[in-house]
């Protein structure tokens, strides 16, 4: 069960998700068709002749705004190096990529490894087929999966500025 300050950050992190991804984005949008139609707009009459009212400009700058945006998106995820910055500091923050998160990977998987793991060893050496160096590598894999398995963490995090 979470602790109380647990508790307070989840509602924090609802709290900042919801209103930047929902809210600000619609007040936003909403703000950005306002301030362009009342200040740019309804002051060159040909471009306000041109829509003659608030709704058909909305309406195009929504067909046009819209498939740029998703376009400017794609080049974002797919064609920009920013993105994979952005994945690498994600990457850098997020713990649970030096340890195991709760749940089946730390209950059934990690345990699984560590069991077929440990008979494959005492096979080998049954048969005299591990070298001393392979023994020494497979102790090593095994003092990390137990120390996952104990919640602990395994390498280091890269850190950039």
Do not use: C
Not at 27 to 50: H, K
């Amino acid at each position: 069960m979470p602790s109380k300050l647990g508790y307070v950050a989840r509602l924090w992190y609802y709290f900042r998700i919801g209103y930047s991804t929902y809210l600000t984005f619609v007040l936003g949008a909403v703000n950005t068709l306002v301030v362009v139609w009342y200040l740019a707009i309804r002051e060159v009459p040909a471009i306000e002749n041109f829509f003659g009212h608030f709704l058909p400009f909305a309406i195009a700058v929504i067909l046009v705004g819209v498939p740029l945006s998703v376009g400017i998106g794609w080049i974002h995820i797919k064609r920009s190096p920013a993105y994979s910055s952005e994945i690498d500091i994600g990457v850098e923050a997020n713990p649970y990529y030096y340890k195991l998160p709760p749940g089946y990977n730390r209950e059934v998987y990690a345990p699984l490894y560590l069991e077929m793991l440990m008979q494959l060893k005492r096979l080998l050496d049954a048969q005299r087929l591990l070298s001393d160096e392979e023994k020494s590598r497979i102790e090593t894999i095994e003092k990390k999966l137990r120390l996952l398995i104990d919640g602990g963490f395994v390498g280091t995090p890269r850190t950039k500025m």
